[in-house]
């Protein structure tokens, strides 16, 4: 069992920085794949990045060049820091472990884009 707390996110201005946390508790954190979802009103969740357990990276087309995924397996968390962002990223945020057919999620948190 894995649980996954986020945390960061808020009312950011476009052309602004966030930082998104996501603490894992619970099985071994190393052997998961972690991403970072997001959801926005009356669309679809789609994946945004994700780094797997040996650190290779995926990012979506939208967010390549502003987003970066990292991991941190000694403090079982992964980090997703949000440059130049822009009103289209705005949507809630959902932190994921994957390891084969099982996955996780968090509950989520909020990223708003506007001045």
């Known amino acids: 069992q894995v649980q996954l707390v986020e945390s960061g996110g808020g009312l950011v201005q476009p052309g602004g920085s966030s930082r998104l946390s996501c603490a894992a508790s619970?099985?071994?954190?190393?052997?998961?794949?972690m991403g970072w979802y997001r959801q926005a009103p009356g669309k679809q969740r789609e994946l945004v990045a994700h780094?797997?357990?040996?650190?290779?990276?995926y990012y979506a087309n939208s967010v390549k060049g502003r987003f970066t995924i990292s991991r941190d397996n000694t403090k079982k968390s992964v980090y997703l820091q949000m440059n130049s962002l822009k009103p289209e990223d705005t949507a809630v945020y959902y932190c994921?472990?994957?390891?084969?057919?099982?996955?996780?999620w968090g509950q989520g948190t909020q990223v708003t884009v506007s001045s």
């Open positions: 619970g099985s071994i954190f190393s052997t998961y794949t």
């Open positions: 780094i797997t357990s040996g650190g290779t990276r």
């Open positions: 994921n472990a994957a390891s084969g057919i099982i996955s996780y």
